[in-house]
């Protein structure tokens, strides 16, 4: 299993970017992203479901939109209205059909300036 995530960047408090993470090697019933800031826990940002059914954190919900293409095994997520403290390490994850096994991408980072 392989996760390749891209996106990441700087950008302006109230901008947006968007991540792309291309998942290979199974089928995965569960794709999201996670985060981790400095000296925090990661912590999960939003996920979905292979059929479509979508998860948000609290601290995301009406900024972020987390989407996949099963066609391709890629799972994207749109942040608009970023803020300082969306600053963070994000991670891919996935979550294979089979096993259960949820495998991490290498992360990609996302800085906020004020």
């Known amino acids: 299993v392989q996760l390749q995530a891209s996106g990441g960047g700087l950008v302006q408090a109230g901008g947006s970017l968007r991540l792309s993470c291309a998942a290979s090697?199974?089928?995965?019933?569960?794709l999201g992203w996670y985060r981790q800031a400095p000296g925090k826990q990661r912590e999960l940002v939003a996920s979905?479901?292979?059929?479509?059914?979508?998860n948000y954190a609290d601290f995301v919900k009406a900024r972020f939109t987390i989407s996949r293409d099963n066609a391709k095994n890629t799972v994207y997520l749109q942040m608009n209205s970023l803020k300082p403290e969306d600053t963070a390490v994000y991670y891919c994850?996935?979550?294979?059909?089979?096993?259960?096994?949820?495998?991490w991408g290498l992360g990609t980072l996302v800085t906020v300036s004020s």
């Open positions: 994850a996935a979550t294979t059909v089979y096993s259960g096994t949820q495998f």
């Open positions: 090697g199974s089928i995965f019933s569960v």
């Open positions: 979905t479901t292979i059929g479509g059914r979508t």
